[in-house]
């Protein structure tokens, strides 16, 4: 197994924070260092829309609110979107964004690229197993539990990491892996952005580089459709 390479492509995001760790001295100086989530987000189609569901899409919601989450929230077969911004697939997307956004789709599509960079296109999550397929062998690792955390971000608005802790599986595999996607509680996720590494708190602190993955089954036009819905 390419497994010093495989160990590059998994700490690659560890790497992209390095500056900001340096710099950092406490957890809620951090949050205040977090990028809006200008990133498209939303929920399943056939799930009930609400006030109160949107609020807290938007990162609007009471602490009594959030409840821990278990990793069958993520079970599946996803596919990286990272490949779809390269090749263009995305560009509607971006033009939408600039329609309605501050910035050109050509900005746009730069803030993407550093958010979505990733070379773990595939992953899969079966029971307490995670693999990551990358260049060269696949890695894999079990996860258990292990809490949450809850930042704040510059705009005012918040986000919660549902955070997993490898017990066994490849060393290549990252100790820690902290999912985002915009809800804060049990529910199937549709798509989410996630954040790995062996260091949980300097995982914290990564707010510009968010590999996102939707399901493996959507097709580049049904992700496309997604991302226009929200």
Request: glycine share 6%.
């Amino acid at each position: 197994m390419e497994t010093s390479l495989m160990q590059t492509v998994l700490s690659r995001p560890l790497s992209i924070l390095a500056a900001s760790v340096a710099l950092a001295v406490a957890a809620p100086a951090l949050a205040e260092k977090a990028h809006d989530h200008d990133h498209a987000h939303g929920h399943s189609h056939d799930e009930a829309h609400s006030p109160a569901s949107d609020e807290i899409a938007k990162g609007f919601f009471k602490d009594e609110q959030i409840a821990d989450r278990p990793l069958s929230d993520w079970q599946g077969d996803w596919q990286s979107v990272y490949p779809l911004l390269q090749d263009g697939t995305l560009a509607p997307v971006m033009a939408h964004k600039a329609e309605h956004g501050d910035k050109t789709a050509e900005e746009y599509r730069a803030y993407y690229q550093t958010g979505y960079e990733t070379e773990v296109n595939r992953i899969v999550i079966d029971g307490d197993r995670v693999t990551f397929h990358g260049k060269g062998e696949p890695v894999s690792g079990q996860y258990e539990h292990d809490g949450h955390e809850v930042l704040t971000y510059k705009a005012g608005n918040r986000g919660v990491r549902f955070i997993f802790e490898k017990v066994s599986g490849d060393e290549a595999a990252p100790k820690f892996i902290q999912f985002s996607d915009h809800r804060i509680a049990p529910s199937k996720s549709d798509h989410y952005h996630l954040y790995w590494g062996d260091d949980r708190a300097a995982l914290l602190q990564e707010m510009t580089h968010w590999p996102t993955y939707y399901p493996a089954e959507l097709s580049a036009e049904e992700i496309v459709e997604e991302m226009l819905a929200h």
